[in-house]
């Protein structure tokens, strides 16, 4: 009985250490703690009615996270920016993040072939049409962000290689090469580890958590133009919505 009591007390002080660190987590990345400092523990321990220890540990899961860390004579410092992307509308990553930082795109592969048949079929084109594809890795501030693996309908796509793809987001100058807007976008995300090669471009662990996205664009007449798989690294990127019931 005392075996299971003590495994029951470790249990329990576990989850509570997950419930304040999921507090603390969305205040770091709200910009709460305007100076960079964490409250001290003691503070910390009166806020969540939470024993010392359970706070240590949970202030130990936000810097095996990369957002934190213990610095001495000062206490628990922000050491990272995590960047809020939204859900409610189609914006390029500029678009999104101006304001916090320069997005810098390093292009690393262009070209156009003959893609697979799943391709294809997502962006309707006839077996065998050549799509444009472009690899890029995006910066914020000079630090890997995402790589972003594009596939572009053709008649769009071998002009926009003669564009700036570098200082420019391709929503952008995929509006202006159509003659018309963006409409919607079919998004779907998920966790992925991230590869060796992505793990070396993204400038992070081998095995480290991505956030992994597949969308797909269609101009606002309807015609899918872009697919797009984008690996977001975990720990800079949060994504939020507003959902509605109705």
Excluded: W
Aim: proline content about 5%; overall charge negative.
């Amino acid at each position: 009985m005392a075996a299971i009591e003590l495994g029951d007390v470790r249990r329990r002080r576990a989850d509570r250490a997950r419930q304040v660190a999921d507090v603390l987590r969305r205040q770091v990345v709200n910009g709460v703690f305007g100076d960079g400092v964490l409250p001290a523990e003691s503070c910390l321990v009166r806020e969540f009615a939470a024993s010392r220890n359970t706070v240590r540990d949970a202030l130990d899961l936000l810097r095996g996270e990369g957002l934190i860390e213990r610095c001495p004579g000062v206490g628990s410092v922000v050491v990272a920016e995590k960047y809020t992307h939204g859900f409610e509308r189609l914006l390029g990553l500029g678009e999104t993040l101006k304001g916090h930082g320069e997005v810098t795109n390093e292009v690393r592969t262009t070209g156009s072939f003959t893609p697979p048949q799943e391709i294809s079929d997502r962006l309707a084109l006839p077996p065998g049409e050549p799509v444009v594809y472009i690899e890029r890795l995006r910066r914020i501030g000079g630090v890997p962000f995402s790589l972003d693996l594009t596939y572009i309908v053709r008649d769009l796509g071998e002009p926009l290689l003669e564009e700036d793809l570098v200082h420019n987001d391709v929503f952008v100058l995929l509006e202006r090469l159509a003659g018309q807007p963006l409409g919607t976008a079919e998004m779907t995300m998920e966790a992925v580890n991230a590869d060796p090669h992505s793990a070396a471009v993204l400038e992070t662990p081998r095995g480290t958590a991505l956030l992994m996205a597949e969308r797909l664009t269609r101009l606002a007449d309807g015609r899918p133009v872009d697919l797009e798989y984008i690996r977001f690294r975990g720990d800079r990127i949060t994504m939020t919505g507003t959902l509605r019931r109705t």
